[in-house]
């Protein structure tokens, strides 16, 4: 199993930047495929980004692409969501997940191993 904790979550203005970062712990990190995803009040949780076992693949969501960038590093154990050109439809608390199914899935039930979640907040 692995076990997810993010960080860096908190309040920014609208077209600011923000790094979230997600510490895994457990074996085999490389074994996992990773995504962020986000849930907005009153609404689904929602595919974010993905990002591959050694991170030489990657998968957006429209709605962040171009402004968005997933990245690892497996031997510091961490993901990472570099956001920017943030606006208010980027508030959501956002999480990190893992599965060992190689294929990216956009459908939150088909990820096992979640973080318990990071506040993002945008002002405008």
């Known amino acids: 199993q692995v076990q997810l904790v993010e960080s860096g979550g908190g309040l920014v203005q609208a077209g600011g930047s923000l790094r979230l970062s997600c510490a895994a712990s457990?074996?085999?990190?490389?074994?996992?495929?990773l995504a962020w995803f986000r849930q907005a009040p009153g609404k689904e949780r929602e595919f974010v980004a993905g990002?591959?076992?050694?991170?030489?693949?990657?998968l957006y969501a429209d709605s962040v692409k171009g402004r968005f960038t997933i990245s690892r590093d497996n031997a510091k154990n961490t993901l990472w969501l570099q956001m920017s050109a943030l606006n208010d439809e980027d508030t959501a608390v956002y999480y990190c997940?893992?599965?060992?199914?190689?294929?990216?899935?956009?459908?939150?039930?088909?990820?096992?191993?979640w973080g318990q979640g990071t506040q993002v907040t945008v002002s405008s």
């Open positions: 990002i591959d076992g050694i991170g030489g693949r990657t």
């Open positions: 457990g074996r085999t990190f490389t074994s996992y495929t």
């Open positions: 997940a893992a599965s060992m199914i190689s294929q990216f899935q956009r459908a939150y039930s088909m990820w096992p191993y």
